[in-house]
């Protein structure tokens, strides 16, 4: 704690005045560390708060913790120290952050009771449980993330739909060609094959086609990632082994069908 000139009232305004030749000490972010000092062993290193033209005090190094995220998921950690509140004497709030093993809506009475008694100048307020502030955090994000997810689940099934028609009419028009197939010896598993065949030719463009428009929509969709990049090939390929295995099944049951065919009946059928 500084010493304070007498007659200094305690403001922002005199903070050059109060922290004249004060060092304090600090704790950074592993992202500062990277940042900064990269390389390199930050502990004992000295950094200034503030601009130059402020004259805050310098601070000393002496512990690196794990990053956070503050300003956003889609922000990521950014850079940051901490001071200890007893080297400061102008009153902030504080925030007490408590883990149990126990439900924590049990504890709650107790811990205000106890905060109470313990600062009872000091107001307790806002006591919630992190997953509820969580929740509130990112309540917004979800609900775009669920909309994203039902027109995707529901341009998935018509393209379904319209992949099992259209070789499904394929397959009607073939009946003949299929016939005389068969009863030249061919079999079911050589149908089968080359309907499938057909179908996966069919659906190979449409993934081209819909990788290159999700990587340039990927930009605008970008604010709502979070650990994960825009370009993440993982999600890429597993988008592609999703649409990929839907178009199977939905090329299968006409190809099934078709092997279903009886040659004499199909030719007669002409």
């Given at each position: 704690?500084?010493?304070?000139?007498?007659?200094?009232p305690v403001t922002p305004e005199n903070l050059s005045i109060i922290f004249?030749?004060?060092?304090?000490?600090?704790?950074?972010?592993?992202?500062?560390?990277?940042?900064?000092?990269?390389?390199?062993d930050p502990i004992g290193k000295r950094f200034h708060l503030g601009y130059p033209d402020m004259h805050l005090p310098a601070a000393e190094i002496i512990g690196i913790v794990g990053d956070i995220t503050q300003n956003g998921l889609e922000n990521g950690p950014t850079p940051e120290f901490y001071?200890?509140?007893r080297q400061f004497a102008i009153p902030v709030g504080a925030h007490v952050i408590i883990r149990t093993q126990t439900d924590p809506t049990a504890i709650v009475a107790t811990v205000r009771t106890a905060l109470q008694k313990g600062f009872?100048?000091?107001?307790?307020t806002d006591v919630r449980l992190m997953i509820d502030?969580?929740?509130?955090?990112?309540?917004?994000?979800?609900?775009?993330?669920?909309?994203f997810v039902f027109f995707a689940g529901t341009a998935l099934l018509l393209a379904?739909?319209?992949l099992y028609g259209v070789l499904a009419f394929v397959v009607g028009q073939q009946t003949r060609e299929i016939g005389i197939r068969m009863a030249l010896g061919a079999q079911q598993i050589d149908v089968l094959r080359d309907i499938l065949r057909r179908g996966i030719l069919l659906v190979l463009p449409g993934l081209a086609l819909g990788a290159i428009a999700a990587w340039a929509a990927s930009r605008l969709l970008q604010s709502q990632l979070y650990a994960v990049t825009r370009n993440d090939?993982?999600?890429?390929?597993?988008?592609?082994?999703?649409?990929?295995?839907?178009a199977l099944v939905a090329c299968w049951l006409p190809a099934r069908r078709a092997t279903k065919v009886n040659p004499i009946e199909a030719l007669r059928s002409e």
């Open positions: 704690m500084p010493n304070f000139p007498p007659g200094v004249k030749e004060v060092l304090l000490q600090a704790v950074i972010s592993r992202s500062m560390a990277e940042q900064f000092w990269p390389g390199e001071l200890s509140q009872p100048d000091h107001p307790v502030r969580l929740e509130e955090h990112v309540s917004g994000r979800k609900f775009n993330l669920r909309l379904l739909i319209g090939p993982a999600s890429y390929a597993a988008a592609a082994s999703l649409l990929l295995l839907a």
